[in-house]
């Protein structure tokens, strides 16, 4: 069975610190990695990961993928207010059409 | 663009009531589904479809029904409804039929059952 596992599972932090958020993996024949954010309604994308130690940007976020270690970070720097959401990692198999989610965390930062 | 619509927003029903979420996308997607959310239990797949006439179960399919009769319309329905069934159920869509990449979600129904 696919399993996605996260941590922490909640996090609160002051403005401009920078956070690590954790996602561990194993799915049968790994094809992809993707992080959300979900505030009050619909997950939104963040980034999809395929290839091990390539790093995706946008801003002050980013994430990278160990595929030998099977997990993943997603990092934010000088974080804000607006940041504070439910981040969601979920993994993907080759030949599957279904994703695993994990948990979620919960950050909450705070001014 | 709407992406993918959900409705409705919000719904009560009682024990042993039947009814129909809806969902539609204009993004011609081939791949379509529906996700629950419980807290402390992340997004878990019910039903999802890789095409008109193609639906499959996914990890938590009992007490649901689908349908995929266009490529645009994925409706989920909930035969004889029980308190456990009370969740936000997302509905999302992929490019493909398969999962080579982002989920577009829609915004969310909150079902309760009384």
């Known amino acids: 069975e696919d399993k996605v596992v996260q941590s922490p599972l909640s996090l609160v932090v002051h403005e401009g610190d920078t956070v690590t958020l954790n996602c561990s993996y194993e799915?049968?024949?790994?094809?992809?990695l993707l992080w959300y954010k979900q505030e009050k309604k619909a997950p939104t994308f963040l980034f999809m990961l395929?290839?091990?130690?390539i790093e995706k940007k946008s801003g002050r976020l980013s994430s990278i993928l160990d595929k030998k270690e099977l997990f993943s970070i997603l990092n934010i720097t000088a974080t804000q207010t607006g940041d504070s959401a439910v981040y969601l990692c979920a993994a993907a198999g080759a030949g599957s059409y279904q994703l695993t989610f994990g948990k979620g965390t919960k950050l909450s930062v705070i001014p | 663009n709407a992406g993918v619509t959900q409705t409705p927003k919000f719904q009560v029903l009682k024990t042993g009531q039947s009814m129909t979420l809806q969902c539609a996308q204009d993004m011609n997607h081939e791949y379509m589904s529906w996700y629950r959310q419980d807290p402390g239990m992340g997004l878990r797949l019910i039903h999802y479809?890789?095409?008109?006439?193609?639906?499959d179960q996914g990890e938590v399919p009992n007490g649901y029904n689908v349908s995929r009769s266009t490529t645009e319309d994925f409706p989920l329905r909930l035969l004889s409804a029980a308190p456990s069934q009370t969740s936000v159920y997302f509905c999302?869509?992929?490019?493909?039929?398969?999962?080579?990449?982002?989920?577009?979600f829609g915004e969310g129904s909150r079902l309760t059952v009384l």
């Open positions: 999302a869509s992929s490019a493909g039929t398969g999962m080579r990449g982002e989920l577009f």
């Open positions: 395929t290839s091990s130690g």
């Open positions: 479809s890789v095409g008109a006439g193609i639906t």
């Open positions: 799915v049968t024949n790994f094809r992809s």
